[in-house]
């Protein structure tokens, strides 16, 4: 599977359309990390729980677009766009979309 | 002791350490940052769609990645933002926090690309969020994450 955020794969031709396929993933961190980033808080700088976390959920949500994409028996995923939203306190949507399509070089 | 007195005086170490261990870790974040930018100097990276290909070189390959980090500023730092808060104006310090945590995101999205063996990026976008403690009912700032994505490209020899 091509994945790509641009209109069309570099160096590719699109030749058939299948519409938007999209992936979320609603996650919230625990508690253990909860503590350790309000500590960390106070003295600033990367909160490495927070970014593994966020990592491994826009993965799943990038996955899961894929495999609505491979169902549609596309062979890329052009126009890659992501979003995320806090939907409640202390958890956060991951939200990834784009167009399926068939290229050929 | 007066107890106010005791409060005080725990408010102002707090904040004195906050700043000593804060400005330490951005100043070494920084030189790291500018270490990092000076190895990745060489990948072509762009906000257009597309990238002129070099006379007898065709595109080969393409592949989306992202690079993210989620960084939080300090508290004597979010201290003095409350103050301008008062008076309006620029906010230094949350502005240096955007500026090394974008720098740091592209950053990882090119060391990506060029571990993988891309010779451009193409289509950068940069996008940014805020995460919400579950601390302080909510209102409090966990930090912000910064997102930098875009799609790399592999180029070839015409014929190869």
Redesign the interface.
């Known amino acids: 599977m ?6 069309e ?4 031709k699109i030749e058939a359309f299948y519409g938007v396929v999209s992936g979320s993933t609603v996650r919230t961190k625990h508690i253990g990390r ?1 503590i350790m ?2 500590i ?8 490495k729980g ?2 593994e976390l ?2 491994d959920s ?1 993965e799943e949500a990038l996955e899961r677009m894929v495999q609505q994409a491979e169902s549609l028996g596309a062979n890329a995923v052009v126009n ?1 766009r ?5 939907v409640a ?2 958890a ?1 949507e991951l939200f990834a979309y784009g167009t399926a399509v068939t290229v050929e070089p | 002791m007066d107890p106010g007195l005791i409060n005080l005086v725990f408010v102002l170490v707090s904040l004195l350490l906050a700043f000593g261990i804060g400005e330490w870790i951005e100043r070494r974040h920084y030189k790291s940052i500018r270490v990092r930018e000076v190895e990745c100097k060489h990948l072509p990276t762009v906000t257009l769609e597309r990238l002129p290909v070099p006379k007898g070189w065709t595109y080969h390959s393409a592949g989306m990645m992202t690079g993210h980090v989620v960084i939080s500023v300090d508290h004597f730092k979010r201290f003095v933002a409350r103050l301008r808060q008062l008076f309006g104006g620029r906010i230094r310090t949350y502005e240096t926090l955007m500026d090394r945590a974008r720098r740091e995101a592209i950053l990882r999205l090119k060391r990506k690309a060029l571990d993988e063996g891309y010779h451009a990026i193409v289509n950068l976008r940069i996008e940014s969020s805020r995460l919400a403690s579950s601390g302080r009912k909510g209102k409090g700032t966990a930090g912000v994450e910064i997102l930098a994505f875009g799609t790399g490209v592999r180029m070839k020899k015409v014929g190869a």
């Open positions: 091509i994945l790509s955020n641009t209109d794969v570099p160096g590719q909860d980033a309000s960390k808080n106070i003295f600033g700088g990367e909160l927070y970014t966020l990592h826009r890659i992501f979003s995320t939203s806090s306190q202390g956060a």
